[in-house]
């Protein structure tokens, strides 16, 4: 397992001040690269299957997932959200921005938020 395999590198004493500035998730993708030479699959096939694994899919339904799958798509949802993240020592950081929505279209009413009579 190579998640189990990163976790151990990295909290292993000896690597550990070695290991302090990588993310568990490249030692997993380091791992699984190995995994996949070992298989007999070319650097290119490796790459291939790691880019796969870490793409979300919008349309998956997480509830149906285990708890060690739904932790994996959390970490990489985790992982993208800081690579996009806007900080204020970013160059490119703006504070307070505002932005126009288009009011033209209809607005759809959705029916988790019309009160019934029943409820009331």
Same mark, same amino acid.
């Given at each position: &397992? ?11 004493p000896r690597?550990?001040?070695? #290991?302090? =500035?990588?993310? *568990?998730r490249? #030692?997993?993708?380091?791992y +699984? #690269?190995?995994? =996949?030479? *070992?298989g +007999?699959?070319? *650097?290119?096939e490796? #790459?291939?299957q @790691? !880019?796969?694994? /870490? ?6 339904d997480?509830n149906k997932?285990?708890d060690?799958?739904l932790?994996? !798509?959390?970490? @990489?949802m &985790? /992982?993208?959200?800081?690579k996009?993240?806007?900080?204020k020592d970013?160059?490119d950081?703006?504070y307070n921005? $505002? ?5 033209? $279209?209809?607005?759809e009413?959705c +029916?988790?938020?019309v /009160?019934? &009579?029943? $409820? @009331?």
């Open positions: &397992d190579c998640s189990r395999a990163a976790e151990q590198l990295k909290n292993n690597h550990k001040a070695y #290991l302090e =500035g990588v993310s *568990l490249q #030692l997993e993708k380091f +699984g #690269l190995l995994k =996949g030479h *070992l +007999g699959q070319s *650097l290119a490796s #790459l291939e @790691i !880019r796969q694994e /870490e793409t979300i899919d919008p349309e998956e997480m997932l285990d060690k799958e932790a994996k !798509r959390k970490s @990489i &985790d /992982e993208l959200f800081e996009n993240r806007k900080k970013d160059p950081f703006v921005v $505002e932005v126009e929505f288009p009011q033209d $279209e209809q607005l009413s +029916g988790w938020d /009160e019934s &009579d029943e $409820e @009331i």
